[in-house]
């Protein structure tokens, strides 16, 4: 249904498309993203559920495809139906901030940057959320130890901080 | 502790910080909440969470899907099942497969039990913050009970791990029905209790009218789900919107409040607890014989005794436990309605053992990012009572 008027509205927006078990999955440059988001939210899909990313150290970065995945999960009350967008971002490459159209965004964006490292251009609070702003590292990421390593830093931490920045 | 520093900064001398938390009977759990007050009214709060952070998602993409169970008890633990039956469901979808009709049967039956304690909870302790004690030695009782029926079935009382992929861990024993029956009433009765005291109560009114109001638009646009999302007027349930355990055949409304207050969103809560003993008595009476787990010896391991006795099954367990299921490559979500909101369980498979990414979607995330519009402007002991109507549960809210 949405992905329909996705096609008709922003032609050539989605690069990729599948339906796994039922769920719709599109995938978007991030070039195309904020007018998805703004069709979207026209089109009723306003309870913005989930954001998170997926890791795939991996996968070989070329233009279009970086090493994260980050994942939209929206549900339309209408209609009941269910839309999951997916955008891939460099390491270091930042993404729109969703907080000036769904407030729920704010969270959930922290969230993202805490575990994986990954900016939203535009937060106004773009600070750790569940660990503390001297952690070493982005928990989530695939190459962040499960032991945690060295988080109080008690050998020297060679980790970068914050991207580099210092809190 | 630079968000303090720089807010002291500016203080005038007027200003006062107070921490609410981590370690606060009112947070239930550890919450941190900074409280910039000017006399008594609250001028801006600040929630700091991950106090309770312990890595579940990173944990689990290095445990087997069947290892991963554990870990949903602790994610909202005062309905564990709840989060057991929303991560199976969750993994069963991602391989594609229907469980037993007894198993769906009962699977709805504790979620329903489950979701009564945890309202009891909300409604019991949100009362004790707010100064009314007897309500929650009425309910609480009730809670007890509610325990002492996952005892019988899981062998544990809260840490329950009573699902498993593809159905249930084991049957609920010989005299659970009857207990739960007698269960029925006496929680009925202690609802009635509770209200008899709370709902036409001037001192409740006072202290729970038009506190943390919120409108539909704003509540959807914060992300909110569950009995808070309800009070504020959406009548939001994925029991009916998105049926799944055939809820669809259940026979059970969906209350809705008006102004999404603290004191709809109790009335809210109590109406749910009848609804959900409507649910459990249609279970009761439907509950049809037959097995409670699929036999599909690539998911679900075999009896114990066939094990012991028989080659296939021990080389049916031994394939399970070493190499893990076959999964299909790909990703899916799925959600639950949970006491607190939509559950929801984020699977990317690439086909081996864990699970790539495991993400979990806490109901009481968004709804506690909204802390700080919910109290602005309002006194010390309204946040008290917002923060109880919230439900917030540090185990699933920092993960």
Same mark, same amino acid.
């Given at each position: 249904?949405?992905?329909?008027?996705?096609?008709?509205?922003?032609?050539?927006?989605?690069?990729?498309?599948?339906?796994?078990?039922?769920?719709?999955?599109?995938?978007?440059?991030?070039?195309?993203?904020?007018?998805?988001?703004?069709?979207?939210?026209?089109?009723?899909?306003?309870?913005?559920?989930?954001?998170?990313?997926?890791?795939?150290?991996?996968?070989?970065?070329?233009?279009?495809?970086?090493?994260?995945?980050?994942?939209?999960?929206?549900?339309?009350?209408?209609?009941?139906?269910?839309?999951?967008?997916?955008?891939?971002?460099?390491?270091?490459?930042?993404?729109?901030?969703?907080?000036?159209?769904?407030?729920?965004?704010?969270?959930?964006?922290?969230?993202?940057?805490?575990?994986?490292?990954?900016?939203?251009?535009?937060?106004?609070?773009?600070?750790?959320?569940?660990?503390?702003?001297?952690?070493?590292?982005?928990?989530?990421?695939?190459?962040?130890?499960?032991?945690?390593?060295?988080?109080?830093?008690?050998?020297?931490?060679?980790?970068?901080?914050?991207?580099?920045?210092?809190? | 502790?630079?968000?303090?520093?720089?807010?002291?900064?500016?203080?005038?001398?007027?200003?006062?910080?107070?921490?609410?938390?981590?370690?606060?009977?009112?947070?239930? %759990?550890?919450?941190?909440?900074?409280?910039? @007050?000017? *006399?008594?009214? /609250?001028? +801006?709060?600040?929630?700091? #969470?991950?106090? &309770?952070?312990?890595?579940?998602?990173?944990?689990?993409?290095?445990?087997?899907?069947?290892?991963?169970?554990?870990?949903?008890?602790?994610?909202?633990?005062?309905?564990?099942?709840?989060?057991?039956? %929303?991560?199976?469901?969750?993994?069963?979808? @991602?391989? *594609?497969?229907? /469980?037993? +009709?007894?198993?769906?049967? #009962?699977?709805? &039956?504790?979620?329903?039990?489950?979701?009564?304690?945890?309202?009891?909870?909300?409604?019991?302790?949100?009362?004790?913050?707010?100064?009314?004690?007897?309500?929650?030695?009425?309910?609480?009782?009730?809670?007890?009970?509610?325990?002492?029926?996952?005892?019988?079935?899981?062998?544990?009382?809260?840490?329950?791990?009573?699902?498993?992929?593809?159905?249930?861990?084991?049957?609920?024993?010989?005299?659970?029905?009857?207990?739960?029956?007698?269960?029925?009433?006496?929680?009925?009765?202690?609802?009635?209790?509770?209200?008899?005291?709370?709902?036409?109560?001037?001192?409740?009114?006072?202290?729970?009218?038009?506190?943390?109001?919120?409108?539909?638009?704003?509540?959807?646009?914060?992300?909110?789900?569950?009995?808070?999302?309800?009070?504020?007027?959406?009548?939001?349930?994925?029991?009916?919107?998105?049926?799944?355990?055939?809820?669809?055949?259940?026979?059970?409304?969906?209350?809705?409040?008006?102004?999404?207050?603290?004191?709809?969103?109790?009335?809210?809560?109590?109406?749910?607890?009848?609804?959900?003993?409507?649910?459990?008595?249609?279970?009761?009476?439907?509950?049809?014989?037959?097995?409670?787990?699929?036999?599909?010896?690539?998911?679900?391991?075999?009896?114990?005794?066939?094990?012991?006795?028989?080659?296939?099954?021990?080389?049916?367990?031994?394939?399970?436990?070493?190499?893990?299921?076959?999964?299909?490559?790909?990703?899916?979500?799925?959600?639950?309605?949970?006491?607190?909101?939509?559950?929801?369980?984020?699977?990317?498979?690439?086909?081996?053992?864990?699970?790539?990414?495991?993400?979990?979607?806490?109901?009481?995330?968004?709804?506690?990012?909204?802390?700080?519009?919910?109290?602005?402007?309002?006194?010390?002991?309204?946040?008290?009572?917002?923060?109880?109507?919230?439900?917030?549960?540090?185990?699933?809210?920092?993960?």
């Amino acid at each position: 249904m949405i992905i329909e008027h996705i096609d008709a509205q922003l032609p050539g927006a989605i690069t990729d498309r599948h339906a796994f078990r039922g769920d719709q999955t599109i995938v978007v440059p991030k070039a195309s993203f904020l007018d998805l988001v703004d069709l979207l939210h026209r089109e009723g899909f306003q309870l913005l559920v989930d954001i998170t990313a997926v890791d795939w150290p991996e996968r070989p970065e070329s233009q279009d495809v970086g090493r994260f995945d980050v994942v939209y999960h929206w549900l339309n009350l209408a209609s009941q139906e269910r839309l999951r967008v997916k955008v891939a971002v460099a390491d270091g490459e930042a993404m729109p901030t969703l907080t000036g159209r769904f407030k729920t965004a704010d969270w959930f964006e922290r969230e993202v940057f805490d575990l994986f490292g990954i900016r939203f251009e535009g937060h106004p609070n773009m600070k750790r959320l569940l660990t503390w702003d001297d952690f070493p590292g982005h928990a989530l990421r695939k190459d962040f130890p499960l032991d945690g390593g060295d988080p109080f830093c008690m050998e020297g931490c060679t980790a970068p901080y914050n991207n580099g920045e210092r809190a | 502790m630079e968000s303090i520093a720089m807010t002291r900064q500016q203080l005038d001398g007027d200003h006062m910080i107070v921490n609410l938390g981590p370690s606060h009977p009112t947070t239930h %759990g550890t919450l941190r909440i900074i409280l910039e @007050l000017e *006399g008594e009214t /609250i001028l +801006k709060a600040t929630p700091e #969470i991950g106090y &309770l952070h312990r890595g579940v998602e990173k944990l689990g993409e290095n445990l087997s899907f069947q290892q991963f169970i554990p870990l949903t008890d602790r994610l909202n633990y005062c309905s564990s099942i709840m989060n057991n039956v %929303g991560y199976a469901c969750a993994v069963e979808k @991602l391989l *594609g497969i229907e /469980i037993p +009709k007894r198993a769906q049967q #009962i699977r709805v &039956l504790v979620s329903e039990l489950a979701r009564v304690a945890d309202h009891i909870v909300c409604v019991g302790v949100n009362a004790v913050d707010i100064g009314a004690f007897t309500a929650f030695l009425y309910l609480f009782k009730q809670r007890e009970t509610v325990y002492d029926l996952f005892e019988m079935a899981a062998g544990q009382r809260l840490h329950t791990s009573f699902t498993r992929i593809g159905g249930l861990f084991r049957d609920i024993p010989e005299g659970f029905v009857p207990l739960t029956e007698r269960f029925l009433v006496e929680c009925e009765a202690a609802i009635d209790e509770c209200e008899r005291l709370l709902t036409r109560n001037p001192i409740w009114h006072d202290r729970t009218k038009g506190i943390g109001a919120i409108g539909p638009e704003d509540a959807v646009n914060w992300g909110y789900t569950g009995p808070c999302l309800r009070a504020a007027g959406v009548p939001q349930d994925l029991r009916k919107a998105q049926p799944y355990l055939g809820y669809e055949t259940y026979d059970f409304d969906i209350p809705v409040g008006t102004t999404g207050d603290v004191f709809d969103r109790y009335l809210v809560r109590v109406e749910e607890m009848r609804q959900s003993l409507r649910i459990i008595r249609q279970v009761l009476d439907r509950l049809e014989p037959g097995p409670v787990c699929v036999e599909d010896p690539k998911i679900s391991l075999p009896p114990k005794e066939k094990v012991y006795t028989r080659m296939e099954s021990l080389i049916h367990h031994f394939k399970l436990i070493m190499h893990g299921m076959e999964m299909p490559v790909g990703e899916v979500y799925s959600a639950t309605e949970a006491a607190n909101g939509e559950l929801g369980f984020y699977i990317v498979s690439d086909g081996g053992k864990n699970p790539y990414r495991i993400r979990v979607r806490p109901p009481c995330l968004p709804i506690f990012s909204s802390f700080h519009d919910q109290v602005k402007g309002t006194l010390i002991a309204d946040a008290v009572a917002v923060l109880g109507a919230m439900n917030i549960i540090a185990g699933e809210l920092d993960r």
